[in-house]
């Protein structure tokens, strides 16, 4: 099975604007619909869920425009945000919890807690994360269905 193989198995595709805090949640609950409407288990949904969230938060956040998708595969679902804008210049820090360099813009609207990336990564069973400074950032989710 080639890299992106998965990639025939698309079930959504979503744009996500920088800046559009108005939008922030619609993305993920239209994939939970989705997810719903194909019979898949509440707990998979709800680990998604918490991924698509924080991802589609994080574009709104941090970048100037980006695409979630969701693969739905026979014993996997795989989820993917590829955004252009900043990039993310050390992942490692990033990724821990409570690191947060949001402004006060994004405060107001009750983010900026540091959580995001720890909570995609603690939700996911693979979980990948690529950014290029001034380029931007990739991040791939794979969670395991297991009978489910
Ligand atoms: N898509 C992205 N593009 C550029 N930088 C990002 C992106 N996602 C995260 N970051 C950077 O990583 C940091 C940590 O992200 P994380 O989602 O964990 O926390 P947060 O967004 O700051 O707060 P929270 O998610 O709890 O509301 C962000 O503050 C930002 O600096
Ligand atoms: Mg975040």
Not at 12 to 40: C, M, N, P, T
Not at 54 to 69: C, K, M, R
Not at 72 to 91: K, N, V
Request: proline share 1%.
């Amino acid at each position: 099975m080639s890299d992106t193989d998965y990639m025939r198995h698309l079930q959504g595709r979503y744009e996500v604007h920088g800046r559009d805090f108005v939008d922030a949640g619609l993305v993920s609950s239209q994939i939970k619909k989705g997810l719903k409407s194909q019979g898949i288990h509440e707990d998979i949904i709800r680990r998604i869920a918490v991924i698509a969230f924080e991802a589609e938060v994080n574009i709104i956040s941090y970048a100037t425009h980006g695409v979630i998708s969701y693969y739905l595969l026979p014993d996997s679902i795989i989820f993917e945000a590829i955004d252009e804008g900043q990039g993310i210049e050390d992942i490692e820090l990033a990724l821990q919890e409570g690191y947060s360099t949001a402004d006060d813009s994004i405060r107001e609207m009750g983010f900026g807690a540091g959580m995001g990336l720890a909570n995609i990564k603690k939700s996911s069973d693979i979980f990948e994360i690529t950014s290029e400074l001034g380029k931007g950032t990739r991040v791939k989710s794979t969670i395991m269905l297991n009978g489910k």
